[in-house]
C-alpha cells in the first residue's frame, strides 16, 4: 500500500474549472479518481494504467482529464466545465499492477486518500 494525499478541492461557480492533484508515497500501478456524494454510492470518475492508457465515466467524458506525473508519483484530474451535479468528495486511489482493467470498481483498489471536497454552485 501508498500513503495518498489529495488536494486542490474548493468551491466554483458552474462553468468554472479545478485540478485536483494526489501526491502518492510511493510508486503505484493503476490510479483513479473516485466521487461520492452525499446519499450516493462511490462514482468512479477517471482512471489511468501505468502505461497511460485512461479510462472516463460518460457523465465526465470531454471535461475531465486525468493525467500522471510518475517522476512526482502525482495524480492530476483536471475538471472543466464544471456542473452543479460534480459536487462531492473526490478521492484518488491506487493499486499494484500494469493494468487498469475494471477501474471503475473501488474494491479493486487497496490504497485510497482522504478525499477534497469539490463544490460547484449553479
Known amino acids: 500500500q501508498v500513503q495518498l494525499v489529495e488536494s486542490g478541492g474548493g468551491s466554483v461557480q458552474a462553468g468554472g474549472s479545478l485540478r485536483l492533484s494526489c501526491a502518492a508515497s510511493?510508486?503505484?500501478?493503476?490510479m483513479a479518481w473516485f466521487r461520492q456524494a452525499p446519499g450516493k454510492e462511490r462514482e468512479g470518475v477517471a482512471g489511468i494504467s501505468s502505461y497511460g492508457a485512461t479510462g472516463y465515466a460518460d457523465s465526465v467524458k470531454g471535461r475531465f482529464t486525468i493525467s500522471k506525473d510518475n517522476a512526482k508519483n502525482t495524480l492530476y484530474l483536471q475538471m472543466n466545465s464544471l456542473k452543479a451535479e460534480d459536487t462531492a468528495m473526490y478521492h484518488c486511489?491506487?493499486?499494484?499492477?500494469?493494468?487498469?482493467?475494471?477501474?471503475?470498481?473501488?474494491?479493486?483498489?487497496?490504497?485510497w486518500g482522504q478525499g477534497t471536497q469539490v463544490t460547484v454552485s449553479s
Open positions: 510511493g510508486n503505484t500501478g493503476c
Open positions: 486511489a491506487a493499486r499494484s499492477g500494469l493494468y487498469c482493467t475494471m477501474w471503475t470498481l473501488p474494491q479493486n483498489y487497496n490504497s
